[in-house]
């Protein structure tokens, strides 16, 4: 288990292990644009061609995790071209395994979906409302002499099935006849049989060169209770026995899945081919969608979830559609950036760089601006009569007129201790002795002396205030620097969580040196830093679970949906102003 590092004094570096990775970054230069995405041009022609005269997609996940980045696109993709061509999507669960999924995973899948923007026509779909179906389905392939039921024990019917250079070998039961496999499959149902006993496989060919096709499995015993059938079957269909099937109850006109799914394609038409199914819809893949510093497997990110490594399934560093949501993602940035990453069958890695492009793109342009402290000092303006306040205003957005917000200024203040230096470097443009620097929206203050204890902590800054600066330039002189800060009394404590990636190496499932490493040695053990005792603007305290921020020259940061609480807040930060893992 990782535990993050807490501290509570923030060091004026960035944390330790924030800078550690360099990488190239390929940053998008121009705003989103939209690439090149083959399976709209196949979807046009056939609407222009009258193949189709209208499109019906979906999008199946299996429940058995939260849907990851990966899915998003395969949303994008479905609802997506659904809603451009005023098509329908529908929401179908791919539910033929009983054992690993959960409601849960229902539940979350379908609040992804529609935080996302998209709704599916019509009601959720099961798989497994077409269980009765597709035990006819498999009836009438017994019925036409094209299934039968083998006996082969699950290690014999693997040794029958030959490999990828050999053929395999024809079951001893293959040649049953009609009545005995209808009889043993209708035994099969009622329960009879052990699991592993018995299976009941289509009849196709066991010297194909594709392994799919060699007599495969339509249904296996299986004595487990289903979240949607209960224990109304013991046997289930199997995912390639389902899913074209499936396709073609619902009408799909074009049903679009990744390229892993290429070699079962065959299998897929042979079905339509082989029952009398109401429609014969089309298979069409696409890759896969690979970030990196990310895993998107279901099985690594409940691995992850399970062993601790990360808080829950929605952590903000996961990347679960509800994790990036919960950072302060907003749907847009993620159909942006599905639109930027296009729809191809060639692959690749995509650079998370771009999808970091894609959620600044939409805060800078959307998010409200606010200042917040993280590593408070204390200023006292000696000069500033005692017991005044002034109210300033501050325009929310710099472009936008998103309206104002209002920021007591008195006699004490909070800044960042990281904008004053004793003896500053070259070129710094914060505060030193002697020094001026604006305060943000405020006056021009300098340092005039700085108050330590023993150890050379710094307490407090003693500071004056030129009363004629406010919203305008002072006489005769320039100020190069500007600071944000918040008042002292009226700033609201808060707590603020700096994310970063969640694996230290590019390819999770290799370490610097390229070679093969288990993905949980690659966790990077800075990828959560919390510091406490932050100064929030007084407005922020109306912040709305979810809602992002501009924290001026900080970041992008949002308020936690599940950890803050009014008097406690909390803050994520979705991402950092600037691209720095390159540059720092
Ligand atoms: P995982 O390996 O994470 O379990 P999966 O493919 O088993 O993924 P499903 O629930 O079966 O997950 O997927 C639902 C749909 O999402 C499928 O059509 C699948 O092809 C698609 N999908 C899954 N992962 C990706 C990905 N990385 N990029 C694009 N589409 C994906
Ligand atoms: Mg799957």
């Keep these: ?62 429940p058995n995790g939260y849907l990851h980045i990966g899915h998003a696109k395969s949303i994008c993709l479905n609802f997506g071209m659904a ?44 798989a497994s409302d077409y269980f009765e179906q597709l035990y006819d389905w498999a009836i009438h392939l017994i019925k036409t002499g094209k299934a039968f039921v083998c006996d082969l024990s699950p290690e014999e019917g693997r040794e029958y099935r030959g490999s990828l250079t050999e053929p395999g070998k024809n079951s001893p039961f293959r040649e049953r006849s009609i009545e005995e496999n209808l009889d043993l499959f209708q035994r099969m149902r009622a329960g009879e049989f052990a699991e592993g006993e018995r299976a009941l496989r289509a009849k196709i060919d066991m010297a194909s060169p594709n392994m799919n096709m060699r007599d495969p ?7 487990a209770e289903h979240h949607q059938t209960g224990d109304k079957w013991c046997i289930y269909p199997s995912y390639d026995f389902t899913h074209g099937q499936s396709d073609a109850i619902e009408l799909i006109t074009h049903s679009m899945c990744t390229l892993e799914f290429e070699d079962h394609r065959p299998l897929y038409e042979w079905f339509l081919d082989n029952l009398p199914v109401p429609a014969k819809p089309r298979q069409y893949e696409f890759a896969r969608l690979n970030l990196n510093y ?50 191809n069958r060639a692959g690749g890695i995509v650079d998370l760089s771009m999808l970091e492009f ?76 002697g020094v001026e620097v604006r305060l943000r929206g405020s006056y021009v203050i300098r340092a005039d002396e700085a108050i330590r204890d023993t150890d050379g902590t710094l307490l407090e800054l003693r500071c004056s205030y030129d009363p004629d600066t406010l919203g305008k330039n002072p006489e005769g002189r320039k100020v190069k620097g500007v600071i944000h800060w918040v008042p002292a009394a009226e700033s609201v404590e808060c707590e603020v969580r700096l994310y970063d990636r969640l694996f230290k190496e590019p390819n999770p499932d290799k370490n610097a040196e390229g070679e093969d490493v ?53 803050f994520n930060r979705t991402v950092t102003l600037r691209d720095s893992w390159g540059a720092k």
């Design 217 to 223: 499995v339509l249904y296996r015993i299986r004595h």
């Design 294 to 343: 990310t895993v998107t497997s279901k099985r690594k990110l409940k691995q992850l979830v399970d062993e601790g490594h990360v808080s829950a399934w929605d952590d903000p560093r996961m990347s679960t559609i509800s994790g990036f949501r919960r950072r302060g993602y907003t749907p847009a940035s993620i159909r942006n950036f599905c639109d930027m990453i296009g729809v």
């Design 518 to 570: 288990h993905f949980l040695e690659n966790v990077n053990p800075d990828s959560l830093v919390v510091l406490k005792g932050c100064r929030a603007e007084p407005s922020l305290a109306d912040a709305q679970a979810g809602e992002g921020f501009q924290f001026e020259r900080e970041g992008y940061f949002c308020l936690d949906s599940k950890d803050s609480q009014p008097g406690a807040l909390v």
């Design 1 to 62: 288990m990782i535990s993050p590092l807490y501290i509570l004094a923030y060091p004026c570096a960035q944390p330790a292990g924030v800078h550690l990775f360099k990488d190239i970054m390929s940053k998008p230069e121009s705003s989103v644009t939209v690439a090149a995405n083959f399976l709209r041009t196949i979807i046009q022609e056939d609407l222009e061609s009258g193949k189709h005269g209208s499109v019906v997609t979906r999008f199946p996940p299996e």
């Design 358 to 433: 894609c959620i600044r793109e939409d805060l800078d342009a959307n998010a409200s601006r606010a200042m917040c402290v993280l590593n408070p000092v204390r200023v006292v303006i000696t000069n500033y009569p005692e017991g005044q306040t002034e109210q300033l205003e501050l325009p929310r957005h710099p472009k936008t007129d998103m309206g104002t917000r209002t920021l007591p200024f008195s006699r004490e203040i909070y800044i960042d201790a990281c904008d004053y230096e004793d003896e500053p470097p070259k070129g710094y443009k914060r505060l030193s002795p």
């Design 83 to 126: 809603k451009e061509f005023g098509g329908v999507c529908h929401l179908r669960f791919d539910d033929t395994n009983p054992e690993k999924e959960e409601q849960e995973y229902i539940d979350s899948i379908k609040d992804d979906i529609h935080w996302l923007g998209f709704d599916w026509d019509g009601p959720v779909r099961y």
